[in-house]
């Protein structure tokens, strides 16, 4: 259940009775003799091009002062080949909250002018899959190169007062409308996002309408390192005001703390003598410092409880909870709510998005937003996630973080306590937390016959976070496999001894003990024989390295998971009788700067001790967003290290 399914909305209050006939959804119909559309040949190599992309939300009073509300998709498509006819013969509409179908209707147009229309009888229900519900789904007969598909569907549906319409996707748009249509007295607010014009309001006939509509939208299309989502066109709407009722904004933030709190706090009797009970007879904590409590509640809820994704009231009672060792999200927050609030743990309930989806909007209040929880410590300046028991205090879902959220925390008046909202910033943790790291020591004997390797990895933070919360879970085969894979990554072939891992333990976080694996390696698969003298295939040592590449212009800004860095320490003795033709090959230095300071960055650079050559190499990424203009700075610093990979020192005979 998503936190704003949880949330309490207001009810309209019922106003002077409208008449409930002449509705904009009873008067749609699309065009009775339907032509194939003339495009520009700007549209022939596309493989679809959507002609027209329309959608209206519609609200009004029914004879019995009820709200109703009724949503509207009509969607036009050519489809230019068969990849195009694969994607649009079949149409899914989601049945998710809806009462009633007032319509649907569909059809194809070929290029020679033959309509075919969809039989309202092979519409079909179906179970898409557990988490998406129920569908109903048609098939479009008909479609070849060069036709139009068409549909549209009219259907009533729960009232919802937080709307998001997308204007944008993966196919250019020819035309695309918005309208939001509503009761003179009920106002509702909306706010375009990326260049999508703003809707306007006009009162026809006693009615609100919201609208906007743009012609020629390019399409977007997915990049690496950019949200792909969050760059689309798109609007965000809420209700706003019952102007009949009073002038006040209605469902704002305070609105929402209000209601989460009462939700998470205030729905049970406090305090609960069986979590009395556990924090004094089981865990034992009473002379504990505040940092060590919140990290043996969350071991301990999150080691003896089980989250379902179901819903429900036995799912969310804190005495079935601590009874029957499962809750819904919605419970296992207020099981944690509980926990801290009867421990005396000073700490508020964190509402925010998933920024890989869309960022947390702090200037309009749409409870949209309000979708994963999270608890910070405002002594520790640290958080927590109740409901992802892979994460151990205080490393949380990376893209939760480098976003908005709201902040709600207990204010008491006298004898009655409320929630008091606020949004605030969670901020990404320091590249220098989540590092992943090489020390690597090569020892070559004399004729570079053999070649003894130690390796030793250390991956703290987010990057441990690859590892230690499934290590203890998988067989040992499995167990051995990763300790291979990390540790022979650049020597497949290599004989391996002395492995060992620590700190794999699910209740010991990774933001303060890294993962560590180290192992010796001996073999020379590295290094090739040329003559009377050997290259070394120094680069090979850091693992294979990804590449950045472009086909397309670029069209998003940088969005980076998290911020990380990588060090990487190598050391190896040149051989006697052999000298070192090109060691300079190894400096490298590509970086880009805001301020004068790095923010992303690939170093290499080496020096001499004896026969000895101790090479440093230092990559990190210290910014989550950074604009589309310093995209090929950044693609230099990632290719950086696929090009050190391909470095290949000439040991020569002296």
């Known amino acids: 259940m998503k936190a704003k399914q949880m949330l309490l909305l207001f009810l309209f209050a019922i106003p002077t009775l409208m008449n409930a006939k002449n509705h904009e959804y009873e008067r749609f119909q699309w065009d009775s003799k339907p032509v194939i559309h003339k495009l520009d040949t700007s549209y022939n190599k596309e493989s679809a091009i959507i002609i027209e992309d329309f959608f209206r939300d519609e609200y009004i009073y029914n004879v019995k002062g009820e709200v109703q509300y ?11 080949d068969d990849k195009a006819i694969e994607r649009f013969n079949k149409v899914y509409i989601s049945m998710s909250d809806v009462d009633s179908v007032i319509d649907i209707k569909a059809r194809s147009i070929t ?33 070849e190169k060069g036709s139009e598909v068409e549909y549209y569907y009219i259907l009533e549906k729960e009232p919802v007062y937080f709307g998001r319409e997308f204007m944008q996707n993966d196919l250019p748009i020819m035309h695309s409308r918005i309208e939001i249509i509503s009761p003179e007295t009920i106002l509702f607010k909306s706010k375009s996002y990326n260049n999508f014009p703003a809707l306007q309001d006009t009162l026809i006939n006693s009615k609100h309408i919201l609208y906007a509509e743009l012609s020629n939208i390019k399409d977007l299309h997915e990049e690496e390192y950019a949200s792909y989502t969050s760059n689309l066109m798109r609007v965000e709407s809420k209700l706003d005001k019952n102007t009949e009722k009073d002038n006040k904004e209605l469902l704002t933030w305070q609105d929402a703390a209000q209601s989460i709190y009462k939700r998470v706090y205030l729905s049970y009797i406090s305090p609960n003598k069986k979590i009395d009970n556990i924090i004094h007879k089981e865990l034992h904590f009473d002379k504990a410092n505040e940092m060590t409590k919140i990290k043996m509640i969350e071991n301990y809820i999150k080691t003896n409880y089980v989250l379902k994704e179901e819903s429900g009231e036995g799912l969310s009672n804190i005495d079935n909870i601590i009874k029957n060792k499962y809750a819904s999200i919605a419970g296992m927050v207020k099981l944690f709510g509980a926990f801290f609030t009867q421990a005396n743990i000073k700490h508020e309930l964190v509402l925010t998005t998933d920024r890989k989806g869309l960022s947390f909007d702090k200037d309009f209040e749409s409870w949209n937003y309000l979708e994963n929880y999270l608890f910070y410590f405002p002594a520790e300046d640290k958080f927590i996630s109740p409901t992802d028991f892979t994460y151990r205090y205080p490393l949380i879902p990376f893209l939760w973080t480098e976003n908005e959220g709201l902040f709600i925390k207990k204010v008491s008046l006298g004898d009655y306590t409320l929630g008091y909202g606020e949004v605030k910033h969670i901020p990404s943790l320091d590249a220098d937390v989540n590092f992943n790291n090489h020390d690597i ?10 070649a003894i390797m130690h390796v030793k990895r250390s991956l703290g933070g987010l990057e441990g976070m690859q590892i230690q919360p499934y290590y203890n879970f998988v067989t040992e085969d499995k167990r051995k496999e990763t300790i291979e894979s990390l540790i022979k990554e650049s020597e497949k072939d290599a004989k391996l ?55 397309k212009k670029r069209q998003n800004p940088i969005m980076n998971d998290y911020n990380r860095r990588y060090d990487r320490d190598i050391v190896f003795n040149i051989p006697k009788g052999y000298k070192i033709k090109n060691l300079n090959d190894i400096n490298m230095d590509v970086y880009h700067e805001i301020d004068g300071k ?37 693609r230099k610093v990632i290719n950086a290290s696929a090009d050190f990979n391909k470095i290949t020192l000439l040991f020569e005979k002296e």
């Open 598 to 634: 790095r923010d992303f960055s690939f170093t290499s650079k080496y020096k001499i001790d004896g026969d000895k050559v101790i090479l440093r190499v230092e990559e990190f990424y210290k910014s989550i967003y950074s604009p589309l203009k310093d995209f090929e700075a950044f």
């Open 111 to 143: 290029k020679d002018g033959k309509v075919t229309e969809v039989d309202k009888s092979n519409f079909k229900v179906m179970e898409k899959n557990k988490n998406n519900g129920t569908y109903k789904i048609f098939a479009i007969d008909g479609l």
């Open 497 to 551: 001894s002395n492995a060992k891992i620590i700190n794999t333990d699910q209740n010991v976080s990774p933001f303060y003990q890294p993962v560590i694996i180290e192992g010796d390696l001996q073999g020379t698969g590295f290094l090739d024989k040329a003559g009377n003298n050997y290259l070394f295939k120094l680069g090979m040592l850091i693992g294979p390295q990804s590449q950045l590449y472009e086909e």
């Open 441 to 450: 020591n090569i020892k070559f004997n004399d004729d570079l016959s053999d």
């Open 70 to 80: 009724y949503k509207t998709i009509h969607k036009i498509v050519r489809v230019n």
